[in-house]
């Protein structure tokens, strides 16, 4: 989540003082088109992206420090000084939240060659240029009431405009690979929300005319800061039935599975015009700040031993590693060295960030638990094919064992780094511009926490001794 100074308990008393004003109009329009019959059949159509080694990963939130860290990790993929552990071509799945989808979003579109140019069409822009900021001006005091101090019209306009230039996820997916979920939270339902065809699907519309900017903007909508993104649901123009969703939650355990539940209930609200109309859309942070959740979410809803994988991928996969890219912050304050404070702005910043902060890390702890139970389900499922299917699904004379295959998880963060370098990398500030000095910085530590992973150098050096294998 991006952090600015939130207002405190003078809301109540603005509320009564601008009683009568009239309200900043908001620029917060849904985009969304009804779904069309082309959109149906992408949908449907598999995706050839996932070979015999994988990579994945998820991309925390935090502003631009994020943004830079995600950044160095995709360097490091793609042999950045090192041309022997090249492996970008093997990133088939990146999940995002809120200062994470930026980074995301632009290697989606642009693809490697996008890791050339992002630090200076985007890391060293000033984002912050255009946003109201004033919480005390009397007509931020509006629109704070009215959902927030900035909309469509700033930050949102800039994406479009000077970082993804008009892009569509028509254009994301044109690229085909990696596969990029870029997750906001579903504000009334409090559950992530990804846009992917299969969200869309659900609400009826079209994703392929959707600009990419309104689900960064959407990822990144810190409550209050940013009034919230809104999606329109469109029941008349539905061309597909509602997929089963009272299969077993494959993969689930404790919160999980409550999150799941959520999740099913809210795709039955979308197809109800007398519950839902609207869907308004906040940072991807505050149901899960690694991005993670919605990853369980599909796995569990899924319906089969291999899903959101295709039985083909399922076959093919031999070894998955998953990165869970954390460029979060800290805790943070001097409150704990004197008997006095925290002050009121403290305690609901410390609050709102526990809340964050545990349902991360029960997020994560679940997506472990859940990769642990889907390698033991893939290496049922494959060893229960008859031959003549795996024969089917695999090039000819490639050579396979049912049972050979390894899905690992690790996470990046800075505490991979020496205690000063993390320690000042995780007090970066948590905003959208960061000095030229701080974005090299979060870079490089980027870069240098993925070199440091035990478990990519495994998956180079394995990749290596078997002759780089597609």
Request: neutral net charge; glycine residues 8%.
């Amino acid at each position: 989540m991006t952090r600015w100074r939130r207002p405190g308990a003078w809301l109540p008393l603005a509320a009564t003082l601008l009683a009568g004003c009239t309200t900043p109009a908001f620029d917060n329009a849904p985009r969304n088109v009804p779904v069309t019959p082309d959109f149906v059949a992408q949908a449907a159509a598999p995706r050839d992206i996932v070979g015999r080694q994988v990579i994945g990963l998820s991309l925390s939130g935090g502003g631009l420090r994020a943004a830079a860290f995600g950044l160095g990790v995709l360097q490091a993929l793609a042999g950045a000084d090192a041309p022997e552990a090249d492996v970008y071509d093997e990133l088939s799945f990146i999940s995002s939240v809120s200062g994470g989808s930026l980074v995301a979003a632009y290697a989606g579109l642009h693809g490697r060659e996008g890791l050339q140019h992002f630090r200076e069409r985007v890391l060293l822009q000033d984002l912050e240029r255009d946003l109201r900021l004033d919480w005390f001006s009397p007509a931020n005091l509006l629109r704070l009431l009215a959902g927030g101090l900035n909309d469509r019209s700033n930050l949102a306009q800039r994406l479009e405009t000077e970082v993804f230039r008009g892009a569509t996820f028509a254009d994301l997916y044109r690229r085909n690979k990696p596969d990029v979920w870029i997750n906001a939270t579903d504000l009334y339902h409090r559950i992530p929300f990804p846009f992917t065809p299969p969200a869309f699907l659900a609400l009826c519309s079209d994703l392929s005319a959707l600009p990419v900017s309104e689900a960064v903007a959407a990822s990144m909508a810190v409550p209050l800061v940013f009034a919230p993104v809104v999606l329109r649901t469109h029941p008349e123009a539905c061309l597909t039935p509602l997929p089963p969703l009272t299969a077993p939650l494959r993969g689930t355990a404790g919160a999980a599975t409550d999150t799941v539940a959520s999740v099913a209930q809210a795709i039955r609200d979308y197809r109800d015009p007398g519950r839902v109309r609207y869907l308004k859309l906040a940072d991807g942070g505050l149901t899960d700040n690694q991005g993670l959740a919605s990853i369980l979410v599909a796995r569990a809803l899924s319906g089969t031993p291999h899903g959101p994988l295709t039985e083909s991928d399922a076959v093919r996969l031999q070894r998955l590693l998953f990165l869970i890219v954390d460029a979060g912050r800290a805790p943070a304050g001097d409150w704990l060295l004197r008997p006095d404070g925290p002050g009121g702005l403290d305690v609901g910043m410390a609050a709102a960030d526990a809340a964050i902060d545990s349902a991360t890390r029960l997020s994560a702890m679940a997506f472990r638990d859940m990769a642990r139970r889907w390698q033991e389900e893939l290496v049922r499922f494959r060893c229960g094919l008859r031959e003549a299917r795996v024969r089917e699904l695999l090039p000819a004379r490639e050579r396979w064992a049912c049972d050979d295959l390894e899905i690992t998880v690790e996470t990046i963060s800075p505490e991979s780094l020496p205690p000063e370098r993390a320690a000042r990398l995780r007090t970066m500030p948590t905003r959208l511009v960061l000095s030229a000095a701080q974005v090299d910085e979060a870079v490089a530590a980027g870069r240098d926490a993925a070199r440091a992973s035990p478990a990519l150098r495994a998956h180079v050096a394995s990749r290596s001794k078997a002759g780089r294998p597609h």
